[in-house]
């Protein structure tokens, strides 16, 4: 890292441990964690403004400082909308937006005034971006949207939405799709917000005639899925470093657990066979330490065909890794760890939510397989 890099580790670190949730504290009546304190405390880090352009009134980070961020906020499991405003809504501006947009939205967004969501899911489409039957007809100078999208990250809270229309094509063509810039509160809009696995926000929403001006239209219309996929593999990278800071504290965890917890009169951690299981968790960590910094290096990368694989084998690793440090957690801790008030659940919940979240591990897989893997052949 860098001086100003290792600077930031140290700053988001101390601030990611003094906001740490505590899930089984939040449980009780009336003391939820304080969100908006929170993102207060975001904005004045600068990290909200971290990685725009300072021309655009951002700091100029890159995707190392978004993984250095992300890593905290998973180790602290903070479910505050950063993912899905600053990184997904963000990366749509900051590789898409026009000038007058960015010049309108990112500064919004740096002091923490605007949240964005990326609405994009629908019934049918499981992990395909180019599986959209949400349809956008012009209508004059504006656009008419139609149709449903579900679990929007950060989407009941969202000021801004990014939501994936059909303007031409069927339903699974590639081709066709556009990307709007729609207000919340719109008429046509509906959002119905539930609780997330994770403890973090989610919301159904429907779109019924609603009237988007030409001006809000994001990137080149009918030509939005290069650009989806672009931001979404930017949010993978940021994807993987949350699930290693989630697994970096379950391990530390299970570790202390073990030196502590007496049986036969020893600490369980004594047994040789507990040691090995030990290892085999740290061993899961550090590569998915490895892929997941492989991401960040590779978020950037304009050429899709380099890039796509990358990030795929990076969320499979990390899916396998956080799947064998969840569940050999819950084995070495027992019954206590499936309790509301110890952690060790929860981060096992966050890894199986970010598991799922922009592919499961076979759909990576899938995408590794049809790139031709990662090595060329000699």
Avoid at 187 to 209: F, H, K, N, W
Avoid at 219 to 227: I, M, P, Q, S, T
Avoid at 253 to 267: E, I, M, P, S
Avoid at 360 to 373: C, F, I, K, Q, S
């Amino acid at each position: 890292m860098t001086e100003e890099q290792r600077l930031l580790k140290e700053s988001i670190d101390r601030f990611a441990a003094d906001n740490a949730r505590d899930p089984g504290a939040h449980s009780a009546p009336g003391a939820a964690q304080d969100g908006a304190a929170l993102w207060s405390g975001f904005a004045e880090l600068g990290l909200l403004a971290l990685p725009f352009s300072e021309e655009d009134g951002g700091i100029g980070g890159g995707p190392v400082e978004t993984m250095i961020v992300m890593e905290a906020i998973g180790r602290g499991l903070i479910t505050a909308p950063y993912l899905s405003t600053v990184v997904l809504g963000g990366g749509f501006l900051r590789l898409g937006g026009t000038e007058a947009q960015r010049q309108e939205f990112i500064p919004q967004i740096a002091d923490g005034s605007l949240k964005l969501a990326f609405a994009q899911l629908e019934r049918q489409s499981r992990y395909d971006l180019h599986d959209v039957s949400t349809t956008a007809r012009r209508d004059g100078s504006d656009y008419v949207l139609d149709g449903r999208k579900g679990v929007v990250l950060g989407g009941d809270e969202a000021g801004l939405l990014v939501v994936t229309a059909r303007t031409a094509g069927s339903r699974r063509d590639e081709g066709g799709i556009t990307l709007f810039l729609v207000d919340g509160d719109t008429p046509g809009v509906t959002r119905r917000g539930m609780p997330a696995q994770d403890g973090s926000r989610v919301a159904e929403i429907a779109l019924d005639g609603v009237r988007v001006p030409a001006e809000r239209v994001l990137g080149e219309v009918d030509g939005g899925l290069r650009l989806a996929s672009h931001v979404v593999d930017v949010a993978l990278a940021a994807l993987c470093a949350d699930s290693l800071g989630a697994m970096e504290e379950l391990q530390r965890l299970t570790v202390d657990y073990l030196k502590t917890r007496q049986q036969f009169g020893v600490a369980i951690g004594s047994f040789q066979a507990l040691q090995h299981r030990a290892a085999d968790m740290l061993v899961a960590v550090e590569q998915a330490r490895s892929m997941a910094m492989y991401a960040a290096m590779m978020a950037e990368e304009a050429d899709p065909r380099e890039r796509r694989p990358a990030i795929a084998a990076a969320k499979a690793q990390v899916n396998r890794s956080g799947r064998q440090v969840g569940q050999e957690a819950v084995q070495l801790h027992g019954g206590i760890a499936m309790t509301w008030e110890y952690k060790a659940g929860h981060y096992f919940k966050r890894l199986t939510s970010n598991d799922v979240l922009f592919g499961d591990t076979d759909h990576h897989l899938r995408a590794v397989m049809e790139a031709g893997g990662l090595v060329e052949e000699i």
